[in-house]
T-cell receptor
Framework: DGGITQSPKYLFRKEGQNVTLSCEQN?????MYWYRQDPGQGLRLIYY???????QKGDIAEGYSVSREKKESFPLTVTSAQKNPTAFYLC??????????????FGEGSRLTVL | AQSVAQPEDQVNVAEGNPLTVKCTYS??????LFWYVQYPNRGLQFLLK??????LVKGSYGFEAEFNKSQTSFHLKKPSALVSDSALYFC????????????FGKGTRLHILP
C-alpha cells in the first residue's frame, strides 16, 4: 500500500546526543514536510522540501537538520543544539498533482523523549 | 505570513446534535484551506479542503466546511455528531500557490457526549 512510513515510533535519547528520524514515502510526491507537535501548540513547521536536493527552513528550524537526496526519503536529524527536543514529530508528503494544491499525507509520527 | 486561529481549545457536544469547530485565517491573497483530524498517538487524517469554487465543501465522515471570504473563516460542521467524532481537529492554510508551506492552527479537541 502507498503511504508515509516513519521510524522509529518511539525513541529515547540522552542529552547531548544527535538522533535521526526516518521518513519514507512511496506516493511519488515531490514535496515533503516535517512538523513538530507539542500539547496545546498545534503543529509547527520545522523544514520542508519541494524537490530533491532542495529544502527550506520552516518556523522552528534551529537545532534541526534535514537532507533530501532521494525523492522517497526526507530524514530529520535532531541535534544536541535543540534545547527542548522532547516532542511528537510528524512527517508528511504533499499531493501537488492536478488542479490547485493538494492535501498533506501524514505518517504515524515518531515520539522522541530526551532523558 | 499566513496564520490560523482556532479560538476554542475544546468543544463539547451531545451525540446527535450539530457541531461546529471554528477556524479563522490570515493570508495574503487567496487561500487554500484544509481540515484534518487526529486520533491519540496517530498522524493526521485529511478531512476536506477548499481550493476554489463552491464555498460549501463536503468531506469525509459527513463533515463539511463553509468558506467565508469576508469573515476570513472556514468553520467545520457536521449536522449530527457521533461519539466516534471525538478527536483533535486542526485547521490549516497556505497561500494559493502549490509551492507554499502549509501552516496549522493549535487544534480544537472535540468531545461528543453520549
Amino acid at each position: 500500500d502507498g503511504g508515509i512510513t516513519q521510524s522509529p515510533k518511539y525513541l529515547f535519547r540522552k542529552e547531548g546526543q544527535n538522533v535521526t528520524l526516518s521518513c519514507e514515502q512511496n506516493l511519488n510526491h515531490d514535496a515533503m514536510y516535517w512538523y513538530r507537535q507539542d500539547p496545546g501548540q498545534g503543529l509547527r513547521l520545522i523544514y520542508y522540501s519541494q524537490i530533491v536536493n532542495d529544502f527550506q527552513k520552516g518556523d522552528i528550524a534551529e537545532g534541526y537538520s534535514v537532507s533530501r537526496e532521494k525523492k522517497e526519503s526526507f530524514p530529520l536529524t535532531v541535534t544536541s543544539a535543540q534545547k527542548n527536543p522532547t516532542a511528537f514529530y510528524l512527517c508528511a508528503s504533499r499531493d501537488d498533482r492536478g488542479e490547485g494544491t493538494g492535501e498533506l499525507f501524514f505518517g504515524e509520527g515518531s515520539r522522541l523523549t530526551v532523558l | 505570513a499566513q496564520s490560523v486561529a482556532q479560538p476554542e481549545d475544546q468543544v463539547n457536544v451531545a451525540e446527535g446534535n450539530p457541531l461546529t469547530v471554528k477556524c479563522t485565517y490570515s493570508v495574503s491573497g487567496n487561500p487554500y484551506l484544509f481540515w484534518y483530524v487526529q486520533y491519540p498517538n496517530r498522524g493526521l487524517q485529511f478531512l476536506l479542503k477548499y481550493i476554489t469554487g463552491d464555498n460549501l465543501v463536503k468531506g469525509s465522515y459527513g463533515f463539511e466546511a463553509e468558506f467565508n471570504k469576508s469573515q476570513t473563516s472556514f468553520h467545520l460542521k457536521k449536522p449530527s455528531a457521533l461519539v466516534s467524532d471525538s478527536a483533535l481537529y486542526f485547521c490549516a492554510v497556505s497561500r494559493a500557490n502549490r509551492d507554499d508551506k502549509i501552516i496549522f492552527g493549535k487544534g480544537t479537541r472535540l468531545h461528543i457526549l453520549p
